[in-house]
């Protein structure tokens, strides 16, 4: 036991990566974070996923570049380049990543905003 609990702790310290997963923000269930990124499922069509985090980002900052061939939303929000990724995982599954970086450092907190604040919006 002892044995498996340094091992993992030894694999997340020199990984440089350390993943939380947070859960009961509403009803939307729990979501990944890393150093700089957000990620969660929602059981929601990829299209209304992808209208709401256009309509959603362009609300909070400037859309520089979106592909929705793609799923990639590019913009500019609280002076942070943030990246949104809108995948298909099934007919009525979609997984939604929210990346924020300024200056080449990571805003989570950011990130974590726009995210929250798409799934509240495909969830109304």
Request: proline share 2%; hydrophobic share 50%.
């Amino acid at each position: 036991m002892l044995m498996t609990a340094l091992m993992a702790f030894w694999s997340v310290a020199l990984s440089g990566c350390i993943y939380l997963v947070v859960g009961g923000i509403g009803a939307m269930g729990g979501y990944i974070v890393s150093p700089d990124t957000v990620e969660g499922i929602t059981e929601h069509e990829a299209d209304l996923v992808w209208d709401t985090a256009v309509e959603t980002v362009s609300i909070m900052g400037l859309i520089e570049e979106q592909n929705e061939e793609s799923g990639v939303i590019v913009a500019s929000v609280s002076a942070a380049k943030v990246t949104v990724r809108v995948m298909t995982l099934s007919p009525t599954v979609t997984k939604v990543s929210v990346k924020a970086r300024k200056a080449y450092l990571p805003k989570i907190s950011i990130a974590q905003d726009v995210y929250v604040k798409i799934m509240n919006q495909v969830s109304e």
